[in-house]
Structures are given as structure tokens and as C-alpha cells.
């Protein structure tokens, strides 16, 4: 009996001798894992950043891996001297109309799917998510016959047509996934008070279906943003470019400048990373909230 109290203590004094050792090493692991990945990931961007700050001649003679010895602007000043302000415009107009319209369709068509309930709504709602199962490359051909015929090819417009249709799916099943939520009580007593559908959407849904509103809005702009093809496609006179296909003619124009390129890159990337850091918190909150309930 003594023995085993003997053995017994014994392992307990070992046990707390070494608890304390994994602890630590426990703390320890995920911090370095995430130091490591936190330099994986951030040296791309540092890779651009020192890279637009070189001279042609500098990229080739001095370390990527290691700050320019001679820093210079001159590169921006090269982008900005090629009408990137006019493809800068261009992209922030068709990117707030588009998102505009999408959230302001989206928001309407998820409330009646959501507190009207019949089947017109419902089979309206599947319209939505079957939109969600049909690849834009599949459909460019059509939508390039469709811009023609309405005699809107080379225009701003023709983008911001196949962006609103592609964007409402998701929107509008992220604002029915928030917008279900809502307690039905609120709904109900302001219906019992005489209040319409317009005051309930302004009044009730708007102010509670913001971290959702933010998280399409955030979304969508970046997919707006960003779009490649329908630019392609869509356009072709200079002056209608929009910024993803002028970054690629950028690199036609400066074959071999690669801190040029770097440089028109960070200049086109910069609202996006802004965007997404004053509003990453309402995005995550938003998809947090919409989907977890």
C-alpha cells in the first residue's frame, strides 16, 4: 500500500515537472508556424514594394532580397504619365455603379424571399441559386451578342450589365441567409403598427442586415475590381480600358521594366488592400452572423 502512495507521488511530482515544459512548447509551436507563414505570405507584397522602387538597371544588378540601394518614385510617375488616371476612373465607375445596382436589387429581391413567402418568391429564389451553377466563361459568347445587338459594345455600360447579373446570385443568398434571421416579432409589430413593406425594409432591415450589406458590398468590388474578361471582351478603344487591362498592356509596353509593372500593380491594388482593411471586420462579422445561425 505505502508503495504504491510511493509510486503514485512519484508520478504526480513527474507529471508536474513536465506539464509545464509542454505547455510552453505548445504556445511556442503555433506562434513560430504562424511567424513562418506570416513571412510567406507578406513577402510578395515587400517583393513589389522594393521592386517598384528600383531602376530598370538596378533590378538586375542589386539582390531581390534586399532594399534598393537608390529608392526612387520614378516608376509611379512613369505609370501615372500613361493614362492610368483614366483607367483608374473608368474602373471606379463601373465598379460603384455595378455595385450599387447589385446591392439595391439584391436587398430588395432577399426581403420579399424572405418574408413573403409564396411560390413566386421561392421559384424566383431558385432562378437565383441556379444562377449560381452557370461559369461566366460559358456564358461570354452570348452576353458578347446580347452587348452588340444592344449596341453598347465599347461602352462602360457593357460591363456593368454582365457584372450586376453575375452579382446578384450570391448577394441575394447572403441577404436571405441574414435577412431570415431577423426575429419574425419585430416584423409582425411593425406590420401591427400600419407600416408597409417599403418602412419595414428602411426602418428594421436596413439598420440590422448592415454587416451583411457591408459584406456584399466589400465582395462584389473586389470582384469588379478585378475582372479581367468582360474588359477583354467587351472593349477595345483605349480610353474604355479599365485598370486589369491596362495593367496587362502595361506589361506589353514595358516588356523588360519590370519595377514599371510593380509599380502600376501596387497603384491599382491599393483601394482593394484599404477597402479591406477598414472594413474587414464587418466582412467577417457578416459571414460569421449570416451563416452560423
Excluded at 403598427?193 to 473586389?222: C, E, K, M, N, W
Aim: proline share 6%.
Amino acid at each position: 500500500m505505502r508503495a504504491s502512495m510511493s509510486v503514485n507521488a512519484t508520478d504526480r511530482q513527474h507529471i508536474v515537472k513536465h506539464t509545464p515544459r509542454w505547455r510552453g512548447w505548445g504556445e511556442i509551436i503555433p506562434a513560430l508556424l504562424g511567424i513562418i507563414w506570416l513571412v510567406i505570405a507578406f513577402y510578395p507584397i515587400l517583393y513589389m514594394v522594393m521592386t517598384s522602387l528600383r531602376s530598370q538597371t538596378g533590378f538586375f544588378a542589386e539582390s531581390p532580397w534586399l532594399p534598393p540601394t537608390h529608392p526612387s518614385l520614378t516608376n509611379y510617375q512613369n505609370v501615372l504619365d500613361n493614362d492610368f488616371g483614366l483607367y483608374f476612373v473608368n474602373t471606379l465607375f463601373v465598379t460603384v455603379i455595378s455595385v450599387l445596382l447589385i446591392v439595391a436589387v439584391s436587398l430588395f429581391a432577399a426581403y420579399s424571399i424572405s418574408k413573403i413567402r409564396n411560390r413566386f418568391t421561392q421559384g424566383v429564389f431558385s432562378l437565383f441559386l441556379l444562377g449560381l451553377a452557370i461559369p461566366l466563361q460559358a456564358t461570354i459568347i452570348p452576353i458578347y451578342a446580347m452587348i452588340t445587338n444592344l449596341h453598347l459594345y465599347d461602352t462602360l455600360f457593357a460591363l456593368i450589365l454582365p457584372y450586376v447579373a453575375f452579382g446578384i446570385p450570391l448577394s441575394v443568398l447572403v441577404l436571405v441567409t441574414y435577412i431570415r434571421d431577423i426575429p419574425k416579432e419585430l416584423h409582425e409589430s411593425m406590420i401591427l403598427d400600419g407600416a408597409g413593406h417599403f418602412q419595414i425594409l428602411r426602418s428594421l432591415v436596413l439598420p440590422l442586415s448592415r454587416p451583411a450589406l457591408i459584406t456584399v458590398v466589400i465582395y462584389q468590388t473586389i470582384q469588379v475590381w478585378n475582372g479581367f474578361l468582360f474588359p477583354l471582351v467587351l472593349t477595345q478603344s483605349p480610353n474604355i480600358r479599365l485598370l486589369p487591362l491596362a495593367l496587362w498592356n502595361f506589361q506589353g509596353q514595358f516588356t523588360t521594366n519590370v519595377p514599371a509593372i510593380m509599380a502600376a500593380v501596387i497603384l491599382s491594388a491599393t483601394p482593394i488592400i484599404l477597402l479591406y482593411i477598414f472594413g474587414r471586420r464587418q466582412l467577417l462579422g457578416g459571414l460569421i452572423a449570416g451563416f452560423s445561425k
